[in-house]
Structure formats: C-alpha cells, structure tokens
C-alpha cells in the first residue's frame, strides 16, 4: 500500500514539474510594481512592453520586436550599420524581487543574423525603486568580450510610449522649450520631403543637455513626457562637466508611439567594462511639476551660490538694456546716448518698474587693458556721475564688458592674430548689417578665458572700475570652460570678490553660453539674445541666474514674461536704429504692461520668490491660446491666465487644487482680479471644481488666488 502511495506521489511531482516548466515556458512576460509603477517585461528578450501608473495609464505599449531597454551600436568592417540590442536578444535572465528586477543578457542579439562575431558583448540593467518612493532608478552595466568596439550605448532606450493626454495635449518639456512631439514628428504628407534618402524633418530630433541656452537644447539634463493627468520624469545623476548625453526623440512611422533614446557617447573596447551611473525615472500623476521633485533635491544637492542674489533682481520685473552708440567714434552721428543721458533714461526705467540698467557700446569693444569710454560720450568722471545718480534714482547702472575676444589691435598681446573677417562688425548702414567682406573694423580671434595674462587685464580694469565706484557688470559671452584654473569660474569668483566688498548688491551678470549648471552660482541674471521661450523647468528649478526674455516693444510678452517669472531685458528701438536706441515713452502700451506688471510682482511677491512655480499644473485640461502660469505656497496659490489669441475669449476650465494646496473639506476661497491688481469677484471653489471667464480682451490678463478656507 504504501509503495502505491509513494509511486502516485512521485507521479504527481513528477506531473507538477512537467506542469511548472510548461508554465514557464507559456509565460513570456515577467511583471514587477516599483512605487507604483507596473511594468511588463519580455521574459525571453528583457525589453519592457508596457508601462503603467495611477492617472497617467497606460504610459508605454510596444511590441517584442520595437521594445527597448538597451541598445548599442556595434560597428564591423562588413556592416557599419550593425547593433546589439535587448530587442534582438533570446534567453534574458530576468529576475523580479520586491523592490527591483535585474535583467542580465550574456550575449546581447545582433540587428542580423548573418554576420558572425568574435566572443560576445554581455549586459546587466537594474531597476531599482528608489528610497524617495517615488522614482525607478535604472543602471546599466556593459562587459565587451568580443574582437570590435562598441561605439555608442543607447540607454536607457525607451520605446513604444504613448500620447498619454492626447498627441494634441502631451508635451516633451525640458529646461528651455516645451513641444508637442506626437504632432511635431508626425508624417505630414502635404509637405515635400527634404532633398535626401531619409527625411529627417518627419524622422527624429535631437536636444543636449546642460549646454548653451539656444532654441534647440534642453539647457538641463532633467525631460518630462506627458500631460496635466500625468507621465514620467527622467535625468541623469550628472552634473558640471559630466559628459552630456543627447536625447533623440523617434516617432514611428507604423505606429504613433514615440521612442525616447539617451545617446552615451562612449567607446568600449575589447575586455573593458561600462557603467552607466544612476538614471532617475520618475513616474507622476498631474502635470509635470509633479515629477519634478527628486530633480530640485538633485539640483539642491550639487548646485553652489556663491553669492546671494541682489534684492532687487531677486524681486524685479527686469532690466533696461542702453545702446550708447554703434562703436564708430568718428562719425559724428554716432552718439545714440551720452553719459549725461543716462539719469533720464534711469527716471523712465525706474517709473516703468526697471531698477538695472545694462548699457552697451560705451567703449572700444574687444580692447584690453580695458579702455577709457569712447570720447563723444563723455569721460570716466561722466560715466561715474552718471552711476552715481542713477542710484539715487533707484537704479543700478551696469556697463555691458566685451573682452572674450580680441581685435586686430589687441590680438598680438597675447600672441595671436586675426585670420578672417568673421566677429561681430555690425551697423545699421552696412549692407548686410554684420560682417559684409569688405568691412572687418570688429573682427576677433578668441583671447579668453585661461590666458593668465589675459585675465590678468580683465581682473585690473574691472578692479579698476569697481574701485572708482562701478562695480557691476554685465559680461559678453561667459564661457565656461573645463580647463583647471585660471579659468573663467576663477575669474568670474574673484571679479565678484572685489565687486560685492565694495556694493553688496552690486550685480554680476552674463551671456550664458556652456554650462548653465556651473553658471548657475555666479550669475545674477542673464543677458542672452532670446525672445520669449517657454522656461518655467528653469525658473521652477534653480533659484539663479532670473532668466532673461528681451523685449523691444510687445505688451503681451511683457505679461507672459511676468507670468513666468523670466526678467524683462526691455530695449525699444527707434525706427531704421538698433535696440536699446528709443524711450519707453514712446511705446505706451510697452509702458503700461510694465506698470501693471511691476505693481502686480510687488503686491504678490511671496508667490515669487517662496511659492513654486507650477506652471499650467493647477488646469485639468490646457487652455488652447491662454498663457498659464501658477505658483504654490503650502495653503494657498495664484495662476495668471492672458488671453493670447487675436480675439475676445470666454471659457471655462477645470480645476486639480487638491495635489497641490493644503485643504481643510476641500474648499478654497477664490479671488480674481484685473491686470491692475483689483479684486473683481470673490467666490467658493471646491478641489475640482469649475471657473468662468467672461470677455477677456485680447491681451488682457487676470489672476485668481486660492486660499485655503
């Protein structure tokens, strides 16, 4: 009996086994939830499938053979072409713990089957959840064991990600623009392809991280993907000179799903091993705000002030920006301003809510040992009366220093010489107005910014400056640079030294142009050539530099400026003249956009330099052709909402208060008011409730505060 008993047992576990293995064999995916975020992997290649979380939903959804996780490029004599991939592997060892998955691939797939290799490429990634209880932390480990080089590691490579608000309503943000890639990547049928066999306009785009602050970089390594219900969050753990990684943005053309890939440049070679560092994935209900939370611990953690922020940047609209003339000494037309000038143009920028002036083309640009004003402006005494009453008035006076580069007269004291025609000779009456072949009077070559003797010019006429009672500057084209000092942080720290001993709120300010994240401690603000752009990750992010937005005469990005809280580089243009040549006073609503917005920072102030900038965060839905733009304090809020389209509006938008603003029964009281800072109703909204506004002119904006009842 008992033999009958222990054959039917063995039997059954021999069933059993036969039965798990069949199980594990059908099962060809493996699932883990890492704070909160639901994955589903291919259990035979190791890329993820799919992506889920509360609000956001469904975040990615990819097929086995377009899915991501790491990708590599593998270049041999008979295909250039040829990569490694999750994708193409069999036999992933995928294991799922509580608070992680390891995916180990011991022989990464090749893209072709016929090409043979030399040993094999093995890979680990980690997804770790992270102790915040917020993020997903990915590592990546290469170990190339084969005869080739690999030369670019994709990673980490996410594809198959959905439009989760809509393609109309799902943006890519990062620290300088935000856009709409499921529209901006479409195939667009209607317009001729680009003269090449891949049409790249309808393929990808690439942005850099932490680079200079032009149209198509990302300015900081921190990207978000989705809409005001929610999606993900992604940086390195990198910063200073770190080597950048570029993110190149895919939309498929099979599909309308999107492949979100960091580009580490790198070259592994035979037997060497590469590690990744950390990746911060952070999954986020709301809007984008929301997952930005271990990105500002980040920027805390490495970011250095090194000096405070003056009071009156910290708290102003912005600044005047003053061309004196166009650098041509002897035309007796030159003179667009003189130093006695200055005061009245002082008076209108402080009556206009502007409590800096940067003023330009004061002296021979490109000259060092820093020369004397030009003549037909007025002598050094004139410029120092000038600065004097200028701060009377209210207003701090700064001369813009262009000394990077050297002209023909300079270059030879550091031992170089002007090749070319190429700087920035400019005038109104040349034709084209920069740089024609038959005019070179401003053509340079690079002087700075580790040349000792160079710096040693800069640093004395600028001593020499701050010494006699000008001790702010406005610095052309700061450019930082890796090099061990003497380098441009060096000097920038010691200019600062000098300048704050004698005003401590004497202010440094500059061109950005490298490395936002090192600047970031030494600037002031900034004086770059940009209009408008949307950089409220900037703003949000990093307490200095303000962000500059230039401004010739549009009273309606004067309001959206405010609204972000960018700083106003304000410099009206007289007709057929260059900016900076004109009075306010002669753009009225320029003017009153100025007041208005003044008086608005002054009675809202704490929501500006305490509160967080959320942008649009507080909106269920965006607002087609409204500018939005929120900031939180613990129990209360105001968002600034302008009517940006050529018509009057009245809408109505959904509210999401409750993640944001502490709530007693979910009930807020809300006030709005006019541009002049007037109350024009007071109500009660609950956490999602409804508002409506009636006829908001074109241009027009109106605030609403909410406080906790």
């Not at 580069?405 to 270059?411: G, H, R, S, V």
């Not at 406005?474 to 600062?496: G, R």
């Not at 300010?509 to 209009?531: H, I, M, P, Q, R």
């Amino acid at each position: 009996m008992k033999k009958i008993v222990l054959t039917i047992a063995l039997a059954l576990v021999v069933i059993s086994t036969f039965q798990c293995l069949a199980a594990e064999k059908e099962n060809k995916t493996k699932e883990a939830t890492l704070n909160g975020l639901h994955l589903i992997l291919d259990a035979n290649s190791g890329s993820i499938l799919k992506m889920n979380y509360p609000g956001a939903g469904t975040i990615m959804d990819s097929k086995p053979d377009l899915a991501g996780m790491i990708d590599l490029a593998y270049p041999i004599k008979e295909f250039e072409v040829l990569r490694l991939a999750s994708r193409f592997s069999q036999g992933a060892a995928v294991a799922v713990y509580p608070d992680s998955v390891v995916i180990f691939w011991d022989r990464l797939g090749l893209s072709r089957t016929n090409f043979n290799i030399d040993g094999k490429v093995s890979a680990t990634v980690k997804l770790v959840a992270a102790p915040d209880g917020k993020s997903i932390l990915l590592t990546a480990k290469i170990i190339n064991l084969s005869g080739a080089n690999v030369r670019q590691v994709i990673f980490p490579d996410l594809s198959g990600l959905l439009p989760v608000a809509g393609a109309q309503n799902t943006y890519f943000r990062t620290g300088n623009f935000a856009n709409l890639p499921f529209v901006d990547l479409a195939k667009d049928d209607t317009k001729e392809s680009t003269p090449y066999m891949i049409d790249a306009a309808n393929y990808s785009v690439q942005y850099v991280g932490s680079g200079m602050m032009r149209n198509k970089d990302m300015v900081v390594r921190w990207m978000d993907l989705g809409g005001l219900n929610g999606g993900i969050s992604l940086f390195p753990k990198r910063w200073g000179w770190d080597p950048q990684v570029p993110v190149r943005l895919r939309l498929s053309e099979l599909e309308p799903k999107l492949r979100m890939m960091c580009l580490n440049d790198t070259t592994i070679k035979k037997g060497e091993t590469w590690q990744s560092g950390e990746w911060v994935l952070t999954p986020h209900q709301n809007g984008w705000a929301a997952g930005m939370a271990p990105y500002k611990a980040w920027v805390k953690q490495n970011y250095k002030r090194y000096y405070p922020l003056p009071k009156h940047v910290r708290e102003g609209i912005g600044f005047r920006t003053v061309l004196m003339s166009q650098y041509q000494p002897a035309d007796p037309k030159d003179a667009i301003f003189t130093f006695k000038d200055l005061p009245k143009l002082a008076a209108e920028s402080k009556e206009n809510g502007l409590d800096e002036m940067v003023i330009w083309a004061w002296c021979e640009a490109f000259t060092l040992p820093l020369p004397k004003p030009f003549a037909h402006l007025g002598t050094e005494e004139d410029m120092l009366t000038a600065v004097k009453e200028c701060k009377k008035l209210g207003v701090n006076l700064v001369p813009f220093i262009t000394v990077l580069q050297a002209n023909q007269k300079t270059a030879p004291r550091y031992n170089l010489k002007v090749l070319d025609n190429k700087g920035w000779t400019y005038h109104t009456e040349l034709i084209p107005t920069r740089n024609p072949n038959y005019a070179t009077y401003m053509s340079t070559v690079q002087a700075g910014p580790t040349n000792k003797l160079w710096q040693k010019d800069v640093l004395e006429g600028l001593k020499h400056l701050a010494d006699i009672g000008i001790p702010s500057f406005c610095w052309d084209q700061f450019y930082t640079t890796p090099d061990p000092e003497p380098n441009m942080i060096s000097l920038a720290k010691q200019i600062m030294d000098v300048s704050r001993k004698r005003d401590p709120q004497s202010t440094f300010s500059g061109e950005e142009l490298l490395n936002f994240e090192l600047d970031a401690g030494l600037l002031d603000y900034t004086w770059n050539w940009d209009g408008y752009m949307d950089r409220k990750v900037l703003t949000s992010a990093f307490p200095s530099p303000r962000i500059n937005c230039c401004i010739s005469s549009s009273p309606l990005v004067v309001k959206k400026a405010f609204a972000d809280n960018l700083y106003m580089n304000i410099f009206p243009r007289k007709a057929e003249s260059i900016n900076g040549s004109d009075y306010i006073s002669n753009y009225p609503e320029l003017s009153k956009a100025l007041k208005q917005c003044a008086g608005l920072k002054k009675q809202f102030l704490s929501y500006f330099i305490e509160g967080e900038l959320i942008g649009e965060c507080l909106l269920t839905k965006p607002l087609k052709e409204i500018h939005t733009c929120a900031y939180t304090l613990p129990d209360r809020a105001i968002m600034i909402i302008i009517n940006t389209s050529n018509q009057k509006q009245t809408f109505e938008f959904g509210l999401n208060l409750a993640p944001w603003i502490q709530s007693n029964g979910g009930k807020y009281k809300t006030k709005q008011y006019n541009e002049n800072g007037e109350i024009v109703s007071e109500a009660q909204v609950n956490a999602t409730g409804r508002l409506k506004i009636e006829n908001l002119n074109i241009n027009e904006m109106t605030l609403f505060e909410f406080i906790n009842k």
